[in-house]
């Protein structure tokens, strides 16, 4: 079955700095790689996806880069804010079957 | 998106009794019900899979007669955490399966056994 990795499992930035979270998959046939946030006690939201037609999506601050060749993918957060802090998982899927990220903990420092 | 609601949002139980939660899609039917257990500081692990009119399938390690899944109807699954133990203790989510695409959550439920 499907491995997905994420790396780091925790992270502190500086607010306006950057913050990037790696995850990287194991299964070939994944096509669909989305992002959630979940802050504490709520359900996971998410913030950004991208397929395996793609190699890169960006969405104001929030940008997702994709290498199948590899199987890996990055979370990119620009110009973080406080508001950022939350529980980040990445995920990988096919179909309806969705293997998650173990989970980064980013903290944005005021 | 779709619309997930799950209650209780929050429960507290004593050992050995059981628990049951809800989970309904609002807006769409659900023949798919995933139900995955977060323990703290830690990511979704998916217990077992329900089907509309079929058995749950549990993954490995999930024992099939300690948590039921019910999955009766194309809105509604339940899981009843049954004689609750405190290392029970977690939070529990519900996603229907919708095919390729964004995965929708409920709001997810704090079980604390006592």
């Known amino acids: 079955g499907e491995n997905v990795e994420q790396h780091p499992s925790t992270l502190s930035v500086q607010e306006g700095d950057s913050a990037v979270i790696k995850c990287t998959y194991s299964d070939s046939a994944s096509n669909y790689f989305p992002w959630y946030k979940q802050e504490l006690g709520k359900r996971p939201q998410l913030i950004i996806d991208i397929r395996s037609n793609v190699g890169e999506k960006k969405d104001q601050r929030i940008a997702v880069t994709l290498n199948k060749t590899a199987k890996h993918f990055s979370l990119h957060i620009t110009e973080t804010q406080p508001e950022d802090s939350a529980v980040y998982f990445c995920?990988?899927?096919?179909?309806?079957?969705?293997?998650f990220g173990t989970g980064t903990s980013l903290t944005v420092i005021p | 998106g779709a619309v997930v609601s799950q209650h209780p949002s929050w429960v507290i139980c004593k050992s050995g009794t059981s628990v049951k939660i809800e989970c309904r899609s609002l807006?769409?039917?659900?023949?798919?019900m995933f139900w995955y257990r977060q323990f703290p500081k830690q990511s979704l692990m998916l217990m077992a899979t329900s089907n509309e009119g079929s058995k749950a399938t549990y993954e490995q390690g999930v024992e099939k007669d300690k948590f039921l899944i019910n999955h009766a109807s194309l809105t509604l699954s339940t899981l009843t955490v049954t004689s609750a133990h405190p290392e029970d203790s977690s939070f529990y989510i519900c996603?229907?399966?919708?095919?390729?695409?964004?995965?929708?959550f409920g709001q997810g439920t704090r079980l604390t056994v006592v």
């Open positions: 807006d769409f039917q659900a023949t798919t």
């Open positions: 996603s229907p399966g919708q095919g390729e695409g964004e995965a929708f």
């Open positions: 995920a990988a899927s096919k179909g309806n079957q969705f293997y």
